[in-house]
């Protein structure tokens, strides 16, 4: 028998990773149950995309097909269930407001919490998070493009002995960014406490699950000895240490990126319910209940492999043979038609937190003239994507009439201030194809070279036929659009010269107000289109520091129209979700917030008839 169901509305918006898919949005199921770890069970899922880092947080590795399976290898202080509702993660450790002003938060490890190889988790793992995540520490003026691969943007090299840089994208005014002076330690080395310069009204999603600092201080130190490691660490921080923090900063922005499984096992230590045991290449990641692992969110099942499957369609022919037991592919019309065939399986649909767009490079682009820095060439080839087109040809069959364009880059269709956003933002002007507009533009920008290379994941069926309307209207405007698709994709954006507008979905991590700044502000982690506006720069900078809702509406509202205003780029839908499982596991219940399908993974279960 199959079982379908449908999921509210989404209403959420959030901060942002880079999607290949991610899935629907299904009821409450918060509280871990009570069954326990069942010895020896396993289950098989499936994602689109392959795994390459264990630190999400730098701005190569910041993409959702990392933070699912970081999600459940890095133990941290809060998670969102999927109502969704922000959950403290007391078992792992608390969080405390000593005081608004100065904005003053108090980190504080449980008792017991450890890391997968024994070694406790505390203080130096905190105040390691805070450098590389606030760079307070980072050299001024420092460029590291020379040390990061062309293609990609993954650092290949140590950097300069007397030079620190951490690639977690902070800026100063927004997050740590904002936490300028060094946390102090407290005695029993479980606490830190932080100082805002600043109020910062998303402070509780400031704190990202940290990484170990005794295996990075080790590694990049050339110590041999956990608590060695860690005071070293600590020192190198509370001294600010040039020479042993830029080892550290090193290891710490590449020493965690690979594609199989590493030789050093250290590589792979977890705090959280599961680790990593092996990993082939393009093939499969597999996590194993951590041993070492005391806290509330205990899983079920021993054992979860993430199998890698681009095709959707190829996903959902494993699930019928009985190779993966949960999907969440792209939905097209073909996937829905597909499973509709399949028995013994439950799917849930419906909208999820990701939207697809298309982006233009404002600088170094690999049009010989940069096409998209000229105003007149961004107008003119957004006035050529088929928007309708999309949604009806490729949307609309599984969507049906939910199946509605997304007309803003800062808030999600349903929200409050969309429609009013929507209707000063100036997206009107390209809710329809105007090929006539586009070439009399075009015209007047100057540009001869009216090559624009798009970049998208070239495995992915949905994308393929995107790129391919977009190549067919954008001709008729006169702009030769080429094929800069790649399975790569994702290492690729933000890479300069590689290609000249890209397509793929932002997907929302959280229910922040902030999360625009990341994507927009001058330099961020997620801006890999070179934008920049001081305008907005100032106005992102007001919104982090805004506590009132209205006033906060305003201001993303004020950022929506100077985006729309500076062609930034179109928004075209809110993704349709489609989420499939066997009936052998049960307990499977996604977000529309990332990590989607993964965000309870340790309240799965092996049902008895699938025992």
Known sequence: MKRISAAVALTAVGALAISGCAAGNGGDNSSGDDSGLVEGSSITAAWNQAFYSMNGNTSFGNATANNNINYLVLDGFNYYDNTPKLIENKSFGSYEKLSDDPLT???????????????????????LNWAAVSRSLDTPDFDPTQYQDAETGEFTGDLPTDVVYFDSGAT??????????????????????????????????????????????EKALNLDDAKKAKDAVVSAIQDNDAAALAPISSFWNSGFNFTEMPDDADLV??????????FVADQYVTLKANPEYKGDNTPNIEEITIRFIPDPLAAVQALQNG??????????????TALDAVDGITVKTGLEGTYEHVDLQFDQGKNTQNIFSNAKAREAFLKTIPRQEI???????????????RSSQIFVPGAEGYD????????????????????????????????????????????????????????QAGFNVTDCGSEKW?????TPGAYDASLFGWQSTSLGVTSSGPTFQTGAINNMNFYSNAELDDLVGQLNVEFDADKQIELQQQMDKILWNDFYGVTIFQFPGVTAFSDRVEGIDPSILAPTIFWNAWDWAVTDSGE
């Not at 540009?447 to 290379?453: A, G, L, M, P, Q």
Request: proline content about 6%; aromatic content about 6%; charged content about 20%.
């Open 391 to 405: 949604l009806d040809t490729l949307i609309k069959p599984i969507s049906g009439d939910d199946a509605t364009l």
């Open 172 to 217: 100063p005014d927004a997050g740590l960014g904002l936490v300028s002076q060094t946390p102090e330690v407290s005695e029993d080395g479980k606490s830190i406490t932080l100082v805002y310069d600043a109020p910062y009204v998303d402070w509780e999603l400031a704190f990202p699950s940290p990484l170990p600092a005794h295996i990075i201080g």
């Open 420 to 475: 009013e956003s929507v209707k000063n933002n100036g997206s009107d002007a390209f809710a329809e194809v105007d090929i006539e507009g586009a070439k009399a533009l075009l015209a007047e920008s100057g540009i001869t070279d009216t090559s624009v290379c798009i970049l998208y994941a070239s495995n992915n069926p949905r994308r393929v036929n995107e790129f391919a309307l977009i190549q067919q209207s954008a001709a």
């Open 269 to 278: 230590t977890a705090s959280g319910p599961y680790m990593i045991t092996d």
């Open 490 to 494: 994702g290492g690729l954006l933000g």
């Open 323 to 336: 190779e993966v037991d949960v999907i969440s592919p792209q939905a097209t019309a073909d996937i829905k």
């Open 105 to 127: 938060i108090k980190y504080t490890i449980a008792d017991g919490v450890k890391w997968s190889d024994g070694v406790d988790v505390d203080a130096s793992d905190l105040l």
